[in-house]
């Protein structure tokens, strides 16, 4: 996982939103990007940027095209390849998607 990637889960355990400072309840939706948000305060808080690439969403492992094991999977690669099992729900991902077809062309920015 590098810096700058955001990743979409369900909270794998209970912990505190680095925005509200409120708690996300294990197997809420929640988003890591250097700390932890809920998926609403993230998208309240940081202006997005609308890169397919740097989205990614938890799913179950597998292997990646260099033999890797994996645990995400980019927005981008689920609109062209398909095919991975997602650990959120249909749901949340078309959550994600609303929220960045919102914030299209707006670049992220961290106070
Ligand atoms: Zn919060």
Do not use: W
Not at 32 to 37: I, L, M
Not at 77 to 83: F, K, L, M, P, R
Not at 93 to 101: D, G, N, P, T, Y
């Amino acid at each position: 996982m590098t810096d700058n990637c955001i990743l979409f889960q369900n909270a794998p355990k209970r912990r505190d939103c680095n925005e509200c400072q409120k708690i996300i309840p294990a197997g809420h939706l929640e988003v890591v990007y250097q700390k932890f948000y809920h998926f609403d305060c993230f998208f309240k808080k940081k202006e997005i940027v609308c890169n397919k690439t740097i989205i990614s969403i938890a799913t179950e492992e597998y292997m990646d095209e260099n033999e890797e094991p994996k645990t995400f999977v980019s927005l981008e690669d689920i609109d062209c390849i398909g095919g991975f099992n997602l650990r959120i729900s249909d749901a949340d991902l078309s959550k994600i998607r609303e929220h960045l077809a919102l914030a299209k062309g707006l670049f992220i920015f961290f106070s």
